[in-house]
């Protein structure tokens, strides 16, 4: 990676941590997920509001951390809304295997291009963690986070 690329990615890293997108708690969400990090301290909360055709009608998330959980958890909210379940489960696969270093060959396009900005983080073991808190958590409320819906 040239040094010109590098520090792009470092600025929308620095960007999302910064300015979080999708960040707060989310009313009425049918699912919830509570992450923490021992290693380093990183929490995050996500909120989930998956509709009755199983797409995630809106999603949010609350904590603090890092740079790189923070910007992980605001492209991942960003990018997760309007998607299937499915879909987001493939979509965090693939991106499990581009931070971890591995084949990330089934992120393809946008998605691709968007989280490419985290491929750095696989040349630091110990912040894999960081980059994947928020993943872990939501996929976590997905198969049973599941709260009551509050208006």
Request: proline letters at 2%.
């Amino acid at each position: 990676m040239n040094d010109d690329l590098r520090e792009l990615y470092q600025d929308v890293i620095l960007d999302h941590s910064k300015h979080p997108r999708r960040f707060g708690a989310l009313v009425g969400a049918t699912h919830t997920g509570e992450g923490f990090n021992p290693l380093c301290g990183d929490r995050v909360k996500v909120y989930l509001s998956v509709d009755r055709q199983g797409r995630i009608a809106d999603i949010r998330f609350e904590g603090r951390g890092c740079a790189i959980s923070q910007a992980s958890a605001s492209l991942m909210t960003d990018m997760l809304v309007g998607r299937t379940v499915a879909e987001a489960e493939k979509l965090m696969g693939g991106f499990l295997h581009l931070v971890k270093g591995e084949d990330a060959a089934d992120l393809k396009g946008d998605d691709r291009e968007r989280l490419d900005v985290m491929a750095g983080v696989s040349a630091f073991p110990m912040r894999v963690k960081c980059a994947t808190l928020a993943w872990h958590t939501m996929k976590s409320a997905l198969e049973g986070g599941q709260t009551a819906a509050t208006e």
